[in-house]
């Protein structure tokens, strides 16, 4: 079983403030994709990380995939209240197997 | 444009009723998904169509039956369903199946069983 452990499951924060959530596995992943999700609605991918070491910034977000393919992080600074959402990670599985495995989600509260 | 595109947005039936959930994408690309979300759960995955034909189903009830009557529909038929059904149903689809493709979700249809 392939497994994809996200932390914290769980961040509330100030406005201003800066925070990273990160995804680790024992597995190594052909990619991994970040996802942001309101409630109600469905996933929205943010970015997808396919070389080992890679760094994608998108605005104040960035987004690191670790060296192994195993692990990945994301980092926001200066959160504003527009972040507030269900933040999860997906790895692709490097044997074909159709299945995306998913972190558990890291709900981020920013509060004004 | 990255759109996959669901109806209905909101669905409340009775545990008798047949409903539908269709899901449309234009982008060509090959490989579409039924996840089934409760709240602040990550998706789980319930079938995945490749070339237009049923390539998993992850052991899902009967009473969930999936249609892809084209390459750039999917539907789930919905027959008798349980309250413990009320979910957020999400369709998605890749440029081809994993690995080494991106998949992207529509705004999902919330389900009510009453």
């Known amino acids: 079983t392939q497994l994809l452990e996200q932390s914290p499951q769980f961040l509330s924060i100030q406005e201003g403030e800066n925070l990273t959530v990160y995804c680790n596995s024992s597995s190594v992943f052909s990619s991994l994709q970040w996802y942001r999700q309101e409630p109600g609605e469905g996933p929205v991918l943010l970015v997808t990380v396919v070389t080992g070491g890679e760094v994608k910034k998108l605005k104040r977000l960035t987004f690191q995939f670790g060296d192994a393919r195993k692990d990945s992080s994301l980092h926001i600074t200066a959160a504003q209240p527009g972040d507030t959402g269900l933040y999860l990670c997906a790895g692709d599985p490097l044997k074909s197997n159709y299945k995306l495995t998913f972190g558990k989600g890291t709900l981020l509260t920013v509060n004004p | 444009d990255t759109e996959v595109t669901q109806t209905p947005k909101h669905l409340v039936m009775g545990m008798t009723n047949k409903k539908s959930l269709k899901c449309e994408q234009h982008?060509?690309?090959?490989?579409m998904y039924w996840y089934k979300q409760k709240a602040k759960k990550p998706p789980e995955l319930m079938f995945v169509?490749?070339?237009?034909?049923?390539?998993i189903n992850e052991s899902v009830p009967s009473r969930f039956s999936p249609e892809c009557p084209n390459s750039s529909l999917l539907n789930l038929h919905l027959h008798a369903l349980q309250p413990e059904d009320s979910a957020l149903y999400l369709c998605?689809?890749?440029?081809?199946?994993?690995?080494?493709?991106?998949?992207?979700f529509g705004e999902g249809s919330w389900l009510t069983v009453v």
């Open positions: 169509y490749s070339y237009e034909k049923l390539s």
């Open positions: 982008m060509g690309h090959r490989a």
């Open positions: 998605a689809s890749s440029l081809d199946p994993l690995p080494r493709n991106t998949i992207y």
